[in-house]
């Protein structure tokens, strides 16, 4: 009983099963479609890099002084574009000044400010990319002459502190004459104090001397220390207070020094 549906069913199922035809869609749509989906990763990607490009980055906006300040003193910083070497990592004590005896020339009684043009190059060769030309002074980091790239910068911090002897500058022959003459006439008055032998003048001309050298360090330490710009680690940090402590130590053996010398004239 109740048979009679079974044909309609069976009607119906065979209806519903039927294929229909498949849709197919235009060729010229489809290639519309490829096309604007390349478009829109095109334009994606573009606006990918520009974001990054665009987006403001983490290392400080160094001036030129400020870059060759912290050359000067073995930093090295992600804006000067320097070739980096491998060894001296930024921010971080390593072939610097300090380990070159630069901070510490001009320490002692009977010493005279350093001579780095006959330093021993003991470190690598100079950045290949960067032209050199004669008179360079010798960097301390390297034992080789600093490029004019880095001179330039250097005239730079030149502009802030007019009267800084430590910066280095290039040497003419004149001024490297001159330089020659004003280190034997203090080696003289150094000479003449220990025997005894000096004025007054003499004495304060060549403390005087030697304090220079020092100030100047110390000028250029408190410079990099205080600037809002320097980014140092802690170690770094700690390495520049310490030759500061040390400078000041000696400034004040120097003047203890006059004071002894000034009082054996009497």
């Known amino acids: 009983m109740y ?17 229909g035809g498949i849709v197919q869609r235009p060729t010229h749509m489809r290639y519309s479609n490829t096309k604007a989906r390349n478009v829109f990763l095109a ?51 390593g072939n610097s000044l300090f380990d070159s005896g630069f901070m510490e020339s ?14 021993q190059r003991q470190y690598g060769d100079p950045e290949i990319l960067d032209p050199v030309s004669e008179g360079n002074p010798i960097n301390p980091q390297t034992g080789q002459p600093f490029t004019d790239r880095q001179m330039s910068q250097f005239n730079a911090l030149r502009e802030k502190f007019p009267d800084n002897s430590v910066i280095p500058q290039r040497m003419t022959p004149e001024l490297k004459a001159q330089k020659e003459q004003r280190r034997q006439e203090i080696y003289k008055i150094q000479t003449r104090i220990v025997k005894k032998e000096a004025s007054e003048t003499e004495v304060n001309e060549y403390y005087d001397y030697q304090q220079k050298s020092l100030e100047d360090r110390m000028e250029l330490i408190e410079y990099v220390l205080n600037n809002p710009n320097t980014d140092m680690s802690d170690e770094m940090r700690k390495k520049f207070e310490e030759v500061k402590q040390m400078n000041q130590r000696t400034l004040k053996s120097y003047e203890d020094a006059r004071k002894r010398a000034l009082n054996s004239l009497n």
């Open 3 to 19: 048979t009679w549906w079974l044909p309609c069913l069976s009607y119906t199922t065979k209806k519903l099963a039927k294929p």
């Open 43 to 93: 334009l994606s990607l573009v606006t990918a890099i520009t974001i990054v490009w665009s987006a403001p980055s983490d290392e400080p906006d160094l001036s030129e002084a400020d870059l060759a300040a912290q050359s000067l003193f073995g930093m090295d910083s992600g804006n000067s574009n320097r070739n980096s070497n491998p060894v001296q990592r930024s921010n971080e004590p």
């Open 106 to 119: 001009g320490v002692g009684d009977s010493d005279l400010p350093d001579r780095p043009e006959a330093r």
